[in-house]
């Protein structure tokens, strides 16, 4: 039988690349990488919908470097999407000759993403990778080159497609003919592409250059101001203020109301020891946005 080895974010460019090979009678095995900024939730569920094995590949501290420097640039926010994909394809391609695959594959389309999906890409990106016409791109073959896959006849070009674009309809309506109910819709999986976080992410790397995954995470939650190279992030709902507790590192500093409702407040110290300025921004904050305030005020530090 022959095994292809799919790329694969449980999205539906995904999902039916998955179909599209299956009905060649082509076993899939789906691969997902999760890294600081995406994770493999979609995935799990979408392989599970369709009865495959999932394999999770994490490469956050890879895709961290080339979240701070990619030699292919961002695009519209904070998002390296081209060296994130050859830094996909790259590990992919370690399973190939380990595993027998004789195929490579992705959901890519044409022109669905104008940084990343276009026809200069997906060949600089082969090139790169040493992959050569070896990435099959089942749902946009036909306006690509051949592949060595069309040309060993492991797979019938004629039956796949010619996708092209930021419309769904195409994918909707193939969708409808491989009878596929649930999709999930196209946004949101990776937070690099929404702006406001692109943004955070953007201030934190001016000031601390050499931030961490854990520092990535903390931009997620609640309300952020900078007080020098010092973080403060206040929470907005009690689900935050919990998961601002839990994101309490060894240098940081959190300030919770004692005999008053308000919000928890975090100082990250980023491996230094946090100034009494600092502290103090964070208490008036921490005022800011609490609302019954009693005649004496308790703050705890902790
Ligand atoms: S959107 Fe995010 S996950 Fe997708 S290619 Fe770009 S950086 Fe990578």
């Not at 690509?144 to 996708?163: A, G, M, Q, V």
């Not at 240098?251 to 919770?256: Q, T």
Request: with cysteine.
């Amino acid at each position: 039988m022959i095994k292809a080895l799919l790329l694969f974010s449980g999205g539906l460019d995904s999902i039916l690349a998955a179909k599209v090979l299956e009905r060649q009678k082509i076993k899939v095995f789906p691969i997902c990488f999760e890294s600081y900024f995406f994770g493999c939730n979609l995935a799990k569920k979408s392989a599970k919908n369709l009865g495959l094995r999932l394999k999770i590949i994490d490469f956050s501290k890879e895709h961290l470097k080339i979240v701070k420097s990619p030699k292919y640039g961002y695009g519209k926010t904070f998002n390296p999407c081209i060296d994130c994909h050859l830094l996909m394809i790259k590990g992919a391609k370690k399973f190939l000759g380990k595993q027998k695959f004789d195929i490579l594959a992705t959901g890519e389309v044409l022109g669905e993403r104008p940084f990343s999906q276009r026809k200069e890409i997906f060949k600089l990106i082969e090139k790169r990778a040493n992959l050569e016409n070896k990435i099959l791109r089942p749902l946009s073959i036909k306006l690509l080159p051949e592949t060595i896959y069309e040309k060993k006849n492991l797979i019938d070009r004629k039956k796949l497609f010619s996708i092209r674009g930021k419309s769904r309809k195409p994918q909707i309506n193939l969708a409808k003919k491989f009878k596929i109910k649930e999709f999930p819709t196209p946004a949101g999986g990776c937070i690099l592409t929404d702006r406001q976080y692109s943004e955070r992410l953007k201030t934190l790397f001016k000031r601390i250059p050499d931030f961490n995954g854990s520092d990535t995470k903390i931009l997620r939650k609640g309300r952020v101001f900078w007080k020098k190279n010092f973080l403060i992030v206040v929470g907005r709902n009690e689900k935050e203020n919990k998961e601002l507790k839990k994101s309490q590192d060894k240098d940081d500093l959190i300030l919770e109301p004692e005999n008053f409702p308000g919000p928890t407040v975090l100082i990250r110290g980023f491996r230094k020891k946090i100034k009494e300025d600092t502290i103090m921004k964070a208490n008036e904050l921490l005022l800011n946005y609490s609302k019954k305030l009693p005649e004496k005020i308790i703050i705890e530090i902790k």
